[in-house]
């Protein structure tokens, strides 16, 4: 698959991580781990399908459509060639774009006309209408620019909870996290869900699952234990057990194995475009 890459307009970058876009043929795509993360997907051409569980058939997805947090991993494939664009928002910043509580999303796939109705068939046309990656993702910076108008959410607080929690290598306990930002204990546990999915402990372990396993994958290692350890894992064990909870399988059967997953590099400049 074709990859390549896109910083939004600078008023949505402390919302929006990148715009990325990709084209490839009919196929299994790389697996979607378990993540606190949320993207919008926009199709130009082909679909793709969401692999079922339990021997249920494919899901459909539709032609636009929100991954929220997902406390499972996801298998996707395309029964055509495909190309599509996507919306990679920063953790915790999807709350600013809806009208919605995140709880009411999390792993779960949503079309964009249930949740922005007229605005988000608008939106959906203009993308797949165009005709280059400039005019899609400028189509993208009108319409998000305009949800950030709406539900922008005055809580900086908030804000700051998420990247606390998110970044904290050993985690952190919830009493000490509301002490730091200056809020109640009871007020920080009833805010998590619905600005993040799921509480703040269920964030706090998604998260550190998330950042070891994109560093692992990114560093195509199989030799984890140190950052295992570095990241507050207790030892090789916990981990283990951890990663199993959340893909099904061992490290090693997915770390060093060169596969693709949906993990890219920060941009660093103007754009960036790669394989």
Same mark, same amino acid.
């Given at each position: 698959?074709?990859?390549?890459?896109?910083p939004?307009?600078?008023?949505?970058?402390?919302?929006?991580?990148?715009?990325?876009?990709?084209?490839?043929?009919?196929?299994?795509?790389?697996?979607?781990?378990?993540?606190?993360?949320?993207?919008?997907?926009?199709?130009?051409?082909?679909?793709?399908?969401?692999?079922?569980?339990?021997?249920?058939?494919?899901?459909?997805?539709?032609?636009?459509?929100?991954?929220?947090?997902?406390?499972?991993?996801?298998?996707?494939?395309?029964?055509?060639?495909?190309?599509?664009?996507?919306?990679?928002? !920063?953790?915790? %910043? =999807?709350?600013?774009? $809806? *009208?919605? @509580?995140?709880?009411?999303?999390?792993?779960r796939?949503?079309? &964009?006309?249930?949740?922005?109705?007229?605005?988000?068939?608008?939106?959906?046309?203009?993308?797949?209408?165009?005709?280059?990656?400039?005019?899609?993702?400028?189509?993208?910076?009108?319409?998000?620019?305009?949800?950030?108008?709406?539900?922008?959410?005055?809580?900086?607080?908030?804000?700051?909870?998420?990247?606390?929690v998110?970044?904290?290598?050993?985690?952190? !306990?919830?009493? %000490? =996290?509301?002490?730091? $930002? *200056?809020? @109640?204990?009871?007020?920080?546990?009833?805010?998590?869900?619905? &600005?993040v999915?799921?509480?703040?402990?269920g964030?706090?372990?998604?998260?550190?699952?998330?950042?070891?396993?994109?560093?692992?994958?990114?560093?195509?290692?199989?030799?984890?234990?140190?950052?295992?350890?570095?990241?507050?894992?207790y030892?090789?064990?916990?981990?283990?057990?951890?990663?199993?909870?959340?893909?099904?399988?061992?490290?090693?059967?997915?770390?060093?194995?060169?596969?693709?997953?949906?993990?890219?590099?920060?941009?660093?400049?103007?754009?960036?475009?790669?394989?």
């Amino acid at each position: 698959m074709r990859i390549a890459h896109a910083p939004p307009t600078p008023a949505l970058r402390a919302f929006v991580e990148r715009y990325w876009w990709g084209e490839g043929e009919a196929g299994d795509l790389p697996l979607l781990l378990p993540g606190t993360g949320a993207e919008l997907w926009i199709h130009w051409t082909g679909g793709v399908e969401l692999c079922g569980a339990n021997g249920l058939p494919p899901q459909p997805l539709p032609a636009a459509h929100l991954l929220c947090l997902r406390q499972e991993r996801w298998s996707l494939t395309s029964r055509a060639a495909v190309g599509f664009v996507a919306v990679r928002f !920063r953790a915790g %910043a =999807l709350r600013h774009f $809806l *009208g919605t @509580g995140i709880d009411d999303v999390a792993d779960r796939v949503v079309s &964009a006309t249930d949740l922005w109705g007229p605005e988000g068939r608008r939106m959906t046309d203009e993308v797949r209408l165009a005709t280059d990656p400039g005019a899609r993702t400028d189509a993208l910076d009108r319409f998000l620019t305009g949800l950030l108008a709406v539900h922008h959410r005055a809580d900086p607080w908030m804000d700051a909870a998420v990247d606390l929690v998110y970044r904290s290598p050993g985690g952190m !306990r919830v009493d %000490a =996290l509301a002490e730091r $930002l *200056g809020v @109640g204990s009871r007020r920080l546990q009833r805010a998590f869900p619905p &600005a993040v999915g799921v509480g703040p402990k269920g964030f706090q372990r998604l998260a550190r699952f998330q950042r070891l396993t994109r560093a692992l994958l990114l560093s195509d290692q199989r030799r984890y234990l140190p950052e295992a350890l570095g990241a507050g894992f207790y030892d090789q064990n916990h981990f283990i057990r951890e990663f199993r909870h959340f893909t099904g399988r061992r490290p090693t059967a997915l770390l060093g194995q060169g596969l693709s997953h949906f993990y890219y590099e920060p941009l660093r400049g103007p754009g960036q475009a790669g394989h």
